[in-house]
T-cell receptor, first 114, second 110 residues
Framework: DVKVTQSSRYLVKRTGEKVFLECVQD?????MFWYRQDPGLGLRLIYF???????EKGDIPEGYSVSREKKERFSLILESASTNQTSMYLC?????????????FGEGSRLTVL | DQQVKQNSPSLSVQEGRISILNCDYT??????FLWYKKYPAEGPTFLIS?????DKNEDGRFTVFLNKSAKHLSLHIVPSQPGDSAVYFC?????????FGPGTSLSVIP
């Protein structure tokens, strides 16, 4: 079974703190994604990566950065957390050759910024 | 501007009846359309997909219909079961980028 593991299920941070959310997948997927889920807005794409050291902006990249130093690991970084970044963050991965959009998701990281 | 829309935030259906969830999209570049199911405190899981060259795909109790001219797709669940109660996200993809709709919360009443 494909497994996508997110490092923290729940985090509470203060405004201005730096936040790292880590994601690891064990299926040798080329593509990895970070989404945030908010009520009424669905899942919005923050960043995605096609390969190691490659990254592409999604629809809402402002206030976020990412790092992909190894194929299996994709990190989301909030340089200076703000209260409007309180959300559920979901990591996903997929095969690049498949092209069907079938993503495998982690369980999510719920971040609260006070 | 949302590229993938689900205009019904919630839907209630009696057990055993049909559930119909609707989705509209705006970008004609999308080449695959998918439905994901999400339970609380879990990540979404893939349910069913359809290629843009087809108009129907069936998998057990789940059928997805695509109307390209109307830029509309729907998910039919027959018969609905209480375990189907979840949030359903419509998604569309092109070039490995996947765009999600806002979701519809389905409640199947025993």
């Amino acid at each position: 079974d494909v497994k996508v593991t997110q490092s923290s299920r729940y985090l509470v941070k203060r405004t201005g703190e730096k936040v790292f959310l880590e994601c690891v997948q064990d299926m040798d997927h080329e593509n990895m994604f970070w989404y945030r889920q908010d009520p009424g807005l669905g899942l919005r794409l923050i960043y995605f990566s096609y390969d190691v050291k490659m990254k592409e902006k999604g629809d809402i990249p402002e206030g976020y950065s990412v790092s992909r130093e190894k194929k299996e690991r994709f990190s989301l970084i909030l340089e200076s957390a703000s209260t409007n970044q309180t959300s559920m963050y979901l990591c996903a991965s997929s095969f690049s050759w498949q092209g069907t959009g079938e993503l495998f998701f982690g369980e999510g990281s719920r971040l609260t910024v006070l | 501007d949302q590229q993938v829309k689900q205009n019904s935030p919630s839907l209630s259906v009696q057990e055993g009846r049909i559930s119909i969830l609707n989705c509209d999209y705006t970008n004609s570049m999308f080449d695959y359309f998918l439905w994901y199911k999400k339970y609380p405190a879990e990540g979404p899981t893939f349910l069913i997909s359809i290629s843009s060259i087809k108009d129907k795909n069936e998998d057990g109790r789940f059928t997805v219909f695509l109307n390209k001219s109307a830029k509309h797709l729907s998910l039919h669940i027959v018969p609905s079961q209480p375990g189907d109660s979840a949030v359903y996200f419509c998604a569309a993809s092109f070039s490995d980028k996947v765009i999600f709709g806002p979701g519809t919360s389905l409640s199947v009443i025993p």
